[in-house]
């Protein structure tokens, strides 16, 4: 994250891939389908085998190129798949995958070990996609990124400086490429929350859920979000919880912390606008 961002000069992008596909997440995804399916098979498999009808119908089916005009030598299909597969729009990248996994070949293990290796490198790289069955399936949508970023913009502002520090913060721990902080983030995502439930409370001692109780009789907080949000708070403070017990006993994954991220997100902006709306003075 930029110094900018970091202190609220700038609003801090959300940098999910949906819809596009950055060099590091397509070189990624090309080093999966060779490291699966070309590197192992040199030279190029016998013609008639199942393998080798894989690369034909790679050639002839997805490629739409002439069978003839497939290559003896291995090194020039390589090179063939390799200059296609940067070359093409980010959603044939996407295409392409979902043929590769949805075609038969005689080395069952080859899917298996594409499909693991190419969810691995579609988290790191945050994609908003992944790989579920044999289908590339959409995790994040635009609505989602823009409440993350909604609720930059409404809380960079000095009164709601604590709310704006945990909110990207979360972000960032989420976002970091080379050693993403799940398990932190969600526990940031949650601080945002507490923090503008207190400061609209106007008691920044009191925890979420005497907050939340404040914020009923001040704005008109549904009972049902204040049981919802104290119930995540719960979850992330028990015994057992994120905030408290910070063992590896239970894993957080990708997901987990990105739905923190955005309900958090989406409650703040939502608190915010209450707050504005019931003539809430900050300060």
Not at 80 to 107: A, P, Q
Not at 167 to 187: F, G, H, V, W
Not at 236 to 241: I, R
């Amino acid at each position: 994250m930029k110094f900018s961002e970091r202190i609220g000069k700038k609003p801090v992008k959300v940098d999910i891939q949906i819809e596009s596909m950055d060099d590091d997440l397509r070189k990624g995804l090309w080093n999966c389908f060779y490291q699966s399916y070309l590197s192992p098979i040199r030279p190029f498999p016998t013609s008639g085998t199942k393998l080798s009808l894989f690369f034909e119908s790679l050639w002839t089916d997805f490629f739409k190129e002439t069978i003839d005009k497939l290559p003896d030598e291995y090194y020039e299909t390589e090179e063939y798949l390799k200059g296609k597969f940067f070359r093409m729009e980010w959603y044939e990248v996407y295409d392409c995958l979902e043929f590769v996994l949805k075609t038969k070949t005689s080395l069952e293990r080859l899917p298996r070990i594409f499909f693991n290796s190419c969810n691995k490198v579609l988290e790191k790289e945050l994609s908003a996609y992944r790989i579920v069955g044999t289908e590339i399936t959409q995790m994040t949508d635009k609505n989602e990124i823009q409440e993350i970023e909604e609720s930059l913009v409404n809380s960079a502002v000095p009164h709601l400086k604590s709310v704006y520090v945990h909110l990207s913060t979360a972000l960032s721990l989420l976002s970091d490429r080379k050693s993403p902080d799940y398990r932190n983030s969600i526990k940031e995502s949650i601080s945002a929350v507490e923090s503008i439930s207190k400061i609209i409370a106007g008691d920044r001692k009191a925890e979420l859920g005497k907050a939340l109780k404040v914020l009923s009789d001040k704005i008109g907080l549904h009972n049902g979000l204040k049981a919802g949000f104290s119930s995540i708070y719960g979850y992330t403070s028990d015994e057992g919880g994120i905030r408290h017990a910070m063992s590896d006993e239970k894993e957080i994954y990708f997901e987990d912390a990105k739905y923190m991220l955005v309900a958090c997100s989406a409650f703040v902006n939502y608190l915010i606008m209450k707050a504005e709306r019931a003539g809430i003075i900050w300060g």
